[in-house]
Structures are given as structure tokens and as C-alpha cells.
């Protein structure tokens, strides 16, 4: 019924273009009987409740239907002459009213004849109210009526209907609406409120001057929100007025009602008001526009959910409604009625009635759909308690929302939205994955598919995706394979796909090859896994070797391993001694620089030297730098071999360490002296060698070489007695610097004659007082106990029995013995010199 609902013939109203706003309200046109009376007659007025719709007619007739627009049978009433004004229903719905222009005023039970009244005041009668609790024998059977005079109607003890005027003189009273307690009435100069239980007004709202406007041409709509809220629309004011009790200061000394009314809120409309009514906290207003069409005829009036400030509103949503002959109708045609416990809102024209009510759930999610807000009615139902048996679930709209988007093209968006709607729903994944491979579009959804123990899809859901990935993506294919558990699909039937679009692929071979290495490790076929690998020259080898522990299997993959990385191979091969060292040597052996590598680094985490012959070889080519430390350090080597090789390659140094271990020192010392030159070394040389021979022969080798003879006279004299040198030196050599290197050669000779003559004599000073320390402890005495035991007997040394009471001999060792129980010739103790035993 807004500007896309059906019109008058059932066509789509398109008189609006633009994108609708979420309706706030649903609308229903009321049928079945209701359609047969309005071809024959019109309605002019309406009264709701909850069990049933009085409708009056403009031939005087009463109607009552259910909700659905069916008549309810024998509750057609000719009640008056004329059109019906005001129809009026009790709490109870057992009892209604109605007045009419003919002056009668009706008052019928529905189920009883027991009440019923009928009076005839001769004048116009536009308003009539019962009270609301009318049924109720206490109430004394009330009811209201309107005309030139507000007059209440009650019946005596007798059962007579006493009639009190509770206003007059205020011209026509054209609106009544009852609450509990307290009656409001609309006249011609105003709104009055009237306090039932007091008797009394509690205040007149006086209409403010409109200029041109008739208050007849008008009416004014009241409605009770509760008990103590009443709402006012008429011509375009709205007021919202709440009763409230006086305060003290108020009422000071002076006779004034105890409630008085408080308008809240008052604002202008752009339209005319046919009808108000609540809304939770917002107001509902049924409106009639001002302008006309340009034939003059009346617009559309529409529905508008308002929320109102205190002299202002705004338009929260505004429905036009296609009311049947809605061209020729006026501000007065149409009335609104409600029932506020249920938020249902009667909308009627002359020719038709239709029933508004907010949007359920349901309702809600349905428009959502229907104009492409699938996100939103997710998170509506998201939003909802669930409790109840919704007609759309998260799963409904989720499979509508993936039809949207794949329709739309959006296979990402599509693929993403599977995992928040579908969950742990194994056959629900089942069915939609085939709608991704309807569009070729597996791949949008492959990564949120469920893949974990809680739940898992059919293996071919799986095969289906990577078959897809094998032809259409293939470093997607790899990718997969890589993250996806072996578990979930058939890995030998994958591995047959990969061989068979290897056949007829042109690209991208390579990866294909490292995904099928993937999934022959799968298969626990790891030569061939691993022999792809090392042909792609592809460094997750080695990941695959740690991984599954196949130290065994790659003893004829060492040097294809070497030459792919060499520091993960020999990390990989040192691994806890997992590969024995004899099979990689072997391996090896014709690669002398790979050899060399795993040598170097064996050597460093076993320290048997088992290898250290290899070594020395593999050092003189390799890496000399380390060659002599190892000489130095090892003894695991053939010297001789060793030497060879050094001497081959001219390796001075090394030669001299190697001369000096088998004793050829003198040849060493030539090296030093001829070769390196290097009378410092040569010094040490003969220093660790400490042997009087091997100076002579430095000294000799320095006899024509004054610069070295310089040297020797600086720095000999602190090892050696520098005479030798001195003696040997030619008569007028020239020697360069001699005097000051005799000069140093001296001092460093009397140096070490005073260290010599110290030591001696600190040694000799130790020697006589370790000789008087050791004196005097054995001149001390040895303490005898009662535990102690002879040597000999083993018995006691200390006993009680006097006759048994010997000498004792205890040595300095402390051991003890019975002087009876030793040989007299033997001076040494028995258990420290146990082969000198008597």
C-alpha cells in the first residue's frame, strides 16, 4: 500500500523511482464479505477490537466482521436512518453504541438483549462513548453523548436511564473519547477534558485562529495513548497533552481541580490530519495533502510514523496509500483507528478499509531480500532472540544471498560468505559447493571449505577443487596441496590428474613437479618425491628429509644435496651422526672440494682425528690457513706423508714443525735460518728444543751473516752462555752495533746468573724448613681410641682385662699392632709393606 504496493487494479505503482526506505509498516487490504457491502454501500465510520470491526455505513447500518473482512453472521444492524457518526465498543466487546444526524443514539449487546437502550433525543448527535467498563455491573451502565450539550447517561436503582449534562453552551460537540477516568470532548471553541470521578473540567484548549478554515470542515481527532496521555490532530496542529497530578505549590489555598492537562508538545503539519494514533514512542498520523492534482482532484493521503519534540517532528517514514476513490474524497472521508495493544492500525476510506501493522521479522527480512539487503537481514536475524519459528533462518538467507551474489558475479564475496552462514552443515556445503562448480569458480571458495575434525566434506568435494585448480591455476594448485591434510582427498587419484595434464601443459611445469613431490611424500613414496626435488634443484628437500627421518634413503642423493645447498647438506649430515661418516667419505671421494667441506666440519664436532690424514691433504689444497694448527694439535696423521706434502708445496712453516716432531732439527733450523730468515724463530726453535748442539749450529749458521750475529749477541745471553758466540766471532768482522749488543748481551747474561743464584737459594732455604717441619711432626704423639684394632689380629688395641693388657707399636701411617703379633726384625709396617710380612 506505500508507493510500490498494489494499486486500485493490482498493478505495480511506479510512480516513484527512487530506492524505497525500509518500510516501517505492512499493509493488508481487508476483503471477502467487506467487498460485497461496499459495492452496495459506503462506510462512514469504524470501531476496532481485538476479537472483531464494527463498521458504520452512510445507510445507516452496523456491520460487524472478524479481522479477515468476513461478516459475522446475524450482526447486521439497521441501527440508524442515516449515516453513522461514531461507533463506540466497550472493554469487554459485548457492547457497542452508536448516534447518527437522525437524533437516535443505539446501545446493543452483541450476546445479550439484557442492556440494550435505544433513545432518541431529536437532535444532530455527532459523538457517542461508552464507558470502558461498560459490561461491568458496577459501572453503573454509562455512556456519553454529544450534541449542542455533553450529556452522561447512567441508570438509576430502578434501572431508569438518568441523564447529567456535564457541559453545555459550547456549540456542537463533534469528537468524544473516553479513558478510564477522565473524558475529552472537541466542540467548537475548543478541546475540554473532563475528570469523571471529580466532576469537574480540568480545562478547556481553545482552538488557535486559523485563518479561511471552518471548524466544521474539520474534525478533530482525539485518542487516549493511555490513561493519563491524550492525543489531539485537527487541521494540521498536533498536540500530545499528559494529565498530571498538581503539586502543592500549584494548588496553594485556592479550590483548583486535582489534575490538570499539560501539553507536552504541539507542532504543525504539512498536511491535513484524517486520523492519530500511538506508536511505542512515536506517533502515527494519517494525512490528507493540502494541494491537489492537476485536475483538481484530492492526492493520495498517506500514512506517517512521526517522532515529535517539544514544538517540532520528524518524518520517520511516510507511506502513500491507493485507497479506492481517493480523487474524490476530503479530509473528513477517512478515519484511523487503532489497536494499540497489538500496534494494528485501521485505515478507512468510504470504499475501503485496510489494515497497517509494524513489520515482524519476517516482514522485515522479506523486503530486506526482496530489494537486495541481504547483509542487513543477516544481521537482523543475528540481532533476533531465535526462540520462536521464524519463516527465514540465517541458512535460507545465507543460500539466497550466495544465489545474489554468484548471479552478480561476486565469487570472492560468495566463497567468504559459506563460512559465516554455513558453519559445521556438511550437507548444506555439499549442496552449494555445486553451484561454484556450476560457474567454473571453485577456487573462490576453496579456502574457507570445512577441512577440521569437526567437520569434513566428502573426499570428492575436495578432488573437485584441486581438479579445478590443476587446469585453471596452477600455483594455486600448489598451494592447496601444501595446506590441505592428505586426509581429506584421494592422494593417488590427484597424483594421476597431475601426470595426465603434464602430458598436454606447456607452462608452468615446474610447479606441477613440486606439488607432485608433494604428493608422493604424501603417498610415503620419498625416492621419488625426493629425486623430483633435487631435479627442480628445490631447497624443500631438505624439509621433507627432517620431516619423515630419510637420513637412510639419501646416501646416492649426497652430492646432487652438496651441490643444491651446502650448508643445510652438512648441517643435515651432521645431524646426531644419522649418515656414518665412512658412507659420505665414499660418496664424496671424487669431489674433493665437497669432501673438504664435510671434513672441515666433522672435524669440529668429533675430536677422534680419525680423518685427519684426509685432512692434512685437503688443508694444503683448500684452506693452508688451517693446516698448521692441525699439525699442531693432532697426532693422528702419518708425519711422513705430512712432511711430503708439505715439502711439495714449499710450506716453510709447516716443514719446521714436521722436521721438529721426528727429531731432523738441524734440517729445521737450516728452514729457519736459510729459508724464512727469521732469527726470532730461530731463537724459540732452539729454545723448546733446549739442546746445546742446535745453538752451536744457529750460532755457526750466523758467522757470515754479521746482521744475524747483531741479533744473536742482543738476545742470546739470556738462554746460553754467550761466550760460544764470542769466541767464534772473527778477528775483525765488522759487526754493526757491537758494542751496544755486547753491552745487552752482558746484562742480560748477569740477569740470569742472579735468577739463577735466587732460585738456589730460596731452594735451599725451603729445603731446611720442610726438613724441620717434617722433624717435628714425627716428634709429635699419635693418639690411640677405642675403636682402633691391630693390624695383625684385628682384635682390639685398648682392652679391660688386665691379664691380656701388652705393649702396643703404631707407626707414623697411623696403623697399629700388638707388639706380640709383629716379628721383632721387622721395622716397616705390615699393611703398608705387606711383602716384608714375617
Same mark, same amino acid.
Not at 497489538?342 to 526482496?370: G, H, T
Given at each position: 500500500?506505500?508507493?510500490?504496493?498494489?494499486?486500485? *487494479?493490482?498493478?505495480?505503482?511506479?510512480?516513484?523511482?527512487?530506492?524505497?526506505?525500509?518500510?516501517?509498516?505492512?499493509?493488508?487490504?481487508?476483503?471477502?464479505?467487506?467487498?460485497?457491502?461496499?459495492?452496495?454501500?459506503?462506510?462512514?465510520?469504524?470501531?476496532?477490537?481485538?476479537?472483531?470491526?464494527?463498521?458504520?455505513?452512510?445507510?445507516?447500518?452496523?456491520?460487524?466482521?472478524?479481522?479477515?473482512?468476513?461478516?459475522?453472521?446475524?450482526?447486521?444492524?439497521?441501527?440508524?436512518?442515516?449515516?453513522?457518526?461514531?461507533?463506540?465498543?466497550?472493554?469487554?466487546?459485548?457492547?457497542?453504541?452508536?448516534?447518527?444526524?437522525?437524533?437516535?443514539?443505539?446501545?446493543?449487546?452483541?450476546?445479550?438483549?439484557?442492556?440494550?437502550?435505544?433513545?432518541?433525543?431529536?437532535?444532530?448527535?455527532?459523538?457517542?462513548?461508552?464507558?470502558?467498563?461498560?459490561?461491568?455491573?458496577?459501572?453503573?451502565?454509562?455512556?456519553?453523548?454529544?450534541?449542542?450539550?455533553?450529556?452522561?447517561?447512567?441508570?438509576?436503582?430502578?434501572?431508569?436511564?438518568?441523564?447529567?449534562?456535564?457541559?453545555?453552551?459550547? #456549540?456542537?460537540?463533534?469528537?468524544?473519547? %473516553?479513558?478510564?477516568?477522565?473524558?475529552? %470532548?472537541?466542540?467548537?471553541? #475548543?478541546?475540554?477534558?473532563?475528570?469523571?470521578?471529580?466532576? !469537574?473540567?480540568?480545562?478547556?484548549?481553545?482552538?488557535?485562529?486559523?485563518?479561511?478554515?471552518?471548524?466544521?470542515?474539520?474534525?478533530?481527532?482525539?485518542?487516549?495513548?493511555?490513561?493519563?496521555?491524550?492525543?489531539?490532530?485537527?487541521?494540521?496542529?498536533?498536540?500530545?497533552?499528559?494529565?498530571?497530578?498538581?503539586?502543592?505549590?500549584?494548588?496553594?489555598?485556592?479550590?483548583?481541580?486535582?489534575?490538570?492537562?499539560?501539553?507536552?508538545?504541539?507542532?504543525?503539519?504539512?498536511?491535513?490530519?484524517?486520523?492519530?494514533?500511538?506508536?511505542?514512542?512515536?506517533?502515527?498520523?494519517?494525512?490528507?495533502?493540502?494541494?491537489?492534482?492537476?485536475?483538481? =482532484?484530492?492526492?493520495?493521503?498517506?500514512?506517517?510514523?512521526?517522532?515529535?519534540?517539544?514544538?517540532?517532528?520528524?518524518?520517520? !517514514?511516510?507511506?502513500?496509500?491507493?485507497?479506492?476513490?481517493?480523487?474524490?474524497?476530503?479530509?473528513?472521508?477517512?478515519?484511523?483507528?487503532?489497536?494499540?495493544?497489538?500496534?494494528?492500525?485501521? &485505515?478507512?476510506?468510504?470504499?475501503?478499509?485496510?489494515?497497517?501493522?509494524?513489520?515482524?521479522?519476517?516482514?522485515?527480512?522479506?523486503?530486506?531480500?526482496?530489494?537486495?539487503?541481504?547483509?542487513?537481514?543477516?544481521?537482523?536475524?543475528?540481532?533476533?532472540?531465535?526462540?520462536?519459528?521464524?519463516?527465514?533462518?540465517?541458512?535460507?538467507?545465507?543460500?539466497?544471498?550466495?544465489?545474489?551474489?554468484?548471479?552478480?558475479?561476486?565469487?570472492?564475496?560468495?566463497?567468504?560468505?559459506?563460512?559465516?552462514?554455513?558453519?559445521?552443515?556438511?550437507?548444506?556445503?555439499?549442496?552449494?559447493?555445486?553451484?561454484?562448480?556450476?560457474?567454473?569458480?571453485?577456487?573462490?571458495?576453496?579456502?574457507?571449505?570445512?577441512?577440521?575434525?569437526?567437520?569434513?566434506? *566428502?573426499?570428492?568435494?575436495?578432488?573437485?577443487?584441486?581438479?579445478?585448480?590443476?587446469?585453471? *591455476?596452477?600455483? #594455486?594448485?600448489?598451494?592447496?596441496?601444501?595446506? %590441505?591434510?592428505?586426509?581429506?582427498?584421494?592422494?593417488?587419484? $590427484?597424483?594421476?590428474?597431475?601426470?595426465?595434464?603434464?602430458?598436454?601443459?606447456?607452462?608452468?611445469?615446474? $610447479?606441477?613437479?613440486?606439488?607432485?613431490?608433494?604428493?608422493?611424500?604424501?603417498?610415503?613414496?620419498?625416492?621419488?618425491?625426493?629425486?623430483?626435488?633435487?631435479?627442480?634443484?628445490?631447497?624443500?628437500?631438505?624439509?621433507?628429509?627432517?620431516?619423515?627421518?630419510?637420513?637412510?634413503?639419501?646416501?646416492?642423493?649426497?652430492?646432487?644435496?652438496?651441490?643444491?645447498?651446502?650448508?643445510?647438506?652438512?648441517?643435515?649430515?651432521?645431524?646426531?651422526?644419522? &649418515?656414518?661418516?665412512?658412507?659420505?667419505?665414499?660418496?664424496? =671421494?671424487?669431489?674433493?672440494?665437497?669432501?673438504?667441506?664435510?671434513?672441515?666440519?666433522?672435524?669440529?664436532?668429533?675430536?677422534? #682425528?680419525?680423518?685427519?690424514?684426509?685432512?692434512?691433504?685437503?688443508?694444503?689444497?683448500?684452506?693452508?690457513?688451517?693446516?698448521?694448527?692441525?699439525?699442531?694439535?693432532?697426532?693422528?696423521?702419518?708425519?711422513?706423508?705430512?712432511?711430503?706434502?708439505?715439502? =711439495?708445496?714449499?710450506?716453510?712453516?709447516?716443514?719446521?714443525?714436521?722436521?721438529?716432531?721426528?727429531?731432523?732439527? =738441524?734440517?729445521?733450523?737450516?728452514?729457519?735460518?736459510?729459508?724464512?730468515?727469521?732469527?726470532?724463530?730461530?731463537?724459540?726453535?732452539?729454545?723448546?728444543?733446549?739442546?746445546?748442539?742446535?745453538?752451536?749450529?744457529?750460532?755457526?749458521?750466523?758467522?757470515?751473516?754479521?746482521?744475524?750475529?747483531?741479533?744473536?749477541?742482543?738476545?742470546?745471553?739470556?738462554?746460553?752462555?754467550?761466550?760460544?758466540?764470542?769466541?767464534?766471532?772473527?778477528?775483525?768482522?765488522?759487526?754493526?752495533?757491537?758494542?751496544?749488543?755486547?753491552?745487552?748481551?752482558?746484562?742480560?747474561?748477569?740477569?740470569?746468573?742472579?735468577?739463577?743464584?735466587?732460585?738456589?737459594?730460596?731452594? $735451599?732455604?725451603?729445603?731446611?724448613?720442610?726438613?724441620?717441619?717434617?722433624?717435628?711432626?714425627?716428634?709429635?704423639?699419635?693418639?690411640?681410641?677405642?675403636?682402633?684394632?691391630?693390624?695383625? !689380629?684385628?682384635?682390639?688395641? &685398648?682392652?679391660?682385662?688386665?691379664?691380656?693388657?701388652?705393649?702396643?707399636?703404631?707407626?707414623?701411617?697411623?696403623?697399629?699392632?700388638?707388639?706380640?703379633?709383629?716379628?721383632?726384625?721387622?721395622?716397616?709396617?705390615?699393611?703398608?709393606?705387606?711383602?716384608?710380612?714375617?
Amino acid at each position: 500500500m506505500s508507493d510500490k504496493s498494489l494499486t486500485q *487494479d493490482g498493478q505495480s505503482d511506479n510512480e516513484s523511482l527512487e530506492e524505497e526506505i525500509e518500510p516501517k509498516l505492512k499493509y493488508i487490504r481487508l476483503a471477502n464479505h467487506l467487498q460485497r457491502i461496499l459495492l452496495k454501500d459506503a462506510v462512514s465510520c469504524i470501531a476496532v477490537h481485538p476479537r472483531f470491526i464494527c463498521l458504520g455505513s452512510h445507510f445507516g447500518f452496523i456491520y460487524t466482521l472478524d479481522h479477515l473482512g468476513n461478516i459475522v453472521e446475524g450482526k447486521e444492524i439497521r441501527a440508524h436512518t442515516v449515516s453513522v457518526n461514531q461507533i463506540s465498543i466497550e472493554t469487554s466487546g459485548e457492547f457497542i453504541a452508536s448516534c447518527s444526524d437522525d437524533g437516535k443514539i443505539f446501545v446493543h449487546g452483541l450476546y445479550s438483549e439484557d442492556r440494550n437502550d435505544f433513545i432518541n433525543v431529536g437532535r444532530i448527535v455527532k459523538a457517542v462513548a461508552l464507558d470502558p467498563n461498560f459490561q461491568k455491573s458496577s459501572s453503573g451502565g454509562r455512556f456519553i453523548i454529544g450534541d449542542q450539550n455533553l450529556t452522561l447517561y447512567e441508570r438509576t436503582f430502578l434501572g431508569r436511564l438518568k441523564p447529567t449534562v456535564l457541559c453545555e453552551s459550547e #456549540g456542537l460537540v463533534r469528537s468524544i473519547s %473516553w479513558g478510564e477516568n477522565f473524558v475529552a %470532548w472537541s466542540s467548537d471553541i #475548543g478541546v475540554r477534558v473532563y475528570d469523571l470521578n471529580a466532576r !469537574c473540567s480540568l480545562g478547556l484548549i481553545k482552538w488557535e485562529s486559523q485563518h479561511g478554515v471552518l471548524v466544521d470542515k474539520f474534525r478533530c481527532n482525539l485518542r487516549w495513548a493511555d490513561a493519563r496521555t491524550l492525543l489531539i490532530g485537527w487541521v494540521d496542529t498536533v498536540r500530545v497533552c499528559i494529565i498530571r497530578k498538581r503539586n502543592s505549590i500549584e494548588l496553594g489555598n485556592r479550590d483548583l481541580p486535582e489534575y490538570l492537562v499539560d501539553p507536552v508538545s504541539t507542532f504543525q503539519t504539512e498536511f491535513y490530519i484524517s486520523g492519530i494514533a500511538p506508536l511505542d514512542n512515536q506517533l502515527v498520523l494519517l494525512g490528507f495533502p493540502k494541494e491537489f492534482d492537476s485536475n483538481q =482532484k484530492s492526492l493520495r493521503p498517506q500514512l506517517y510514523i512521526v517522532e515529535y519534540r517539544d514544538s517540532d517532528y520528524v518524518d520517520i !517514514c511516510t507511506d502513500s496509500l491507493s485507497l479506492r476513490g481517493y480523487e474524490e474524497y476530503t479530509v473528513n472521508d477517512y478515519h484511523l483507528e487503532v489497536l494499540i495493544e497489538e500496534n494494528r492500525f485501521f &485505515i478507512v476510506a468510504p470504499k475501503d478499509v485496510v489494515i497497517a501493522s509494524p513489520y515482524d521479522l519476517d516482514d522485515r527480512i522479506q523486503w530486506l531480500i526482496q530489494h537486495g539487503k541481504f547483509e542487513e537481514a543477516l544481521n537482523a536475524i543475528a540481532q533476533s532472540s531465535g526462540s520462536r519459528d521464524a519463516q527465514y533462518t540465517v541458512e535460507s538467507v545465507g543460500i539466497a544471498y550466495l544465489d545474489h551474489l554468484l548471479a552478480k558475479g561476486l565469487y570472492d564475496p560468495a566463497g567468504k560468505l559459506c563460512l559465516t552462514i554455513f558453519g559445521h552443515k556438511k550437507d548444506v556445503w555439499e549442496e552449494q559447493i555445486f553451484k561454484f562448480a556450476t560457474v567454473h569458480q571453485l577456487r573462490s571458495v576453496s579456502q574457507y571449505v570445512p577441512r577440521s575434525a569437526e567437520c569434513t566434506l *566428502d573426499p570428492h568435494m575436495y578432488e573437485m577443487i584441486l581438479y579445478e585448480y590443476l587446469k585453471l *591455476d596452477a600455483e #594455486g594448485f600448489l598451494k592447496v596441496v601444501k595446506e %590441505w591434510k592428505p586426509s581429506l582427498y584421494n592422494t593417488c587419484a $590427484v597424483i594421476n590428474a597431475v601426470l595426465e595434464h603434464l602430458l598436454i601443459c606447456d607452462t608452468s611445469r615446474n $610447479v606441477y613437479l613440486e606439488a607432485l613431490a608433494i604428493l608422493y611424500s604424501y603417498e610415503k613414496k620419498y625416492d621419488k618425491s625426493l629425486s623430483m626435488y633435487l631435479q627442480l634443484k628445490n631447497k624443500g628437500v631438505f624439509n621433507l628429509i627432517q620431516e619423515h627421518n630419510l637420513h637412510g634413503v639419501i646416501h646416492d642423493m649426497i652430492v646432487d644435496l652438496m651441490n643444491l645447498d651446502k650448508d643445510k647438506t652438512m648441517s643435515l649430515l651432521l645431524e646426531k651422526n644419522q &649418515i656414518p661418516s665412512e658412507i659420505v667419505i665414499d660418496k664424496l =671421494k671424487n669431489n674433493e672440494l665437497q669432501l673438504y667441506w664435510y671434513l672441515d666440519a666433522y672435524d669440529k664436532t668429533n675430536s677422534q #682425528g680419525q680423518y685427519h690424514g684426509k685432512l692434512v691433504k685437503l688443508y694444503a689444497v683448500y684452506a693452508r690457513d688451517k693446516l698448521l694448527p692441525l699439525l699442531r694439535r693432532s697426532d693422528h696423521y702419518p708425519i711422513q706423508e705430512a712432511l711430503d706434502i708439505c715439502q =711439495k708445496q714449499k710450506f716453510y712453516p709447516e716443514m719446521i714443525y714436521l722436521l721438529g716432531r721426528v727429531g731432523d732439527t =738441524k734440517e729445521a733450523l737450516e728452514l729457519i735460518t736459510k729459508e724464512l730468515k727469521d732469527m726470532q724463530q730461530a731463537i724459540e726453535f732452539c729454545q723448546e728444543h733446549d739442546d746445546p748442539d742446535l745453538w752451536n749450529d744457529l750460532i755457526n749458521h750466523s758467522l757470515d751473516k754479521p746482521e744475524f750475529i747483531t741479533y744473536l749477541l742482543q738476545h742470546i745471553g739470556t738462554y746460553v752462555d754467550p761466550t760460544a758466540l764470542v769466541d767464534k766471532i772473527k778477528m775483525g768482522q765488522q759487526i754493526p752495533g757491537l758494542k751496544n749488543s755486547l753491552v745487552k748481551m752482558l746484562r742480560d747474561y748477569n740477569l740470569q746468573v742472579s735468577v739463577q743464584e735466587g732460585c738456589k737459594k730460596i731452594l $735451599v732455604s725451603d729445603y731446611f724448613n720442610l726438613h724441620n717441619k717434617l722433624v717435628k711432626s714425627q716428634q709429635k704423639g699419635i693418639g690411640v681410641t677405642d675403636e682402633m684394632v691391630c693390624g695383625a !689380629c684385628h682384635r682390639l688395641i &685398648i682392652v679391660r682385662d688386665l691379664s691380656r693388657i701388652t705393649n702396643v707399636v703404631i707407626y707414623n701411617c697411623k696403623h697399629c699392632f700388638h707388639e706380640l703379633c709383629i716379628n721383632s726384625a721387622n721395622t716397616n709396617c705390615g699393611i703398608c709393606h705387606p711383602t716384608k710380612k714375617a
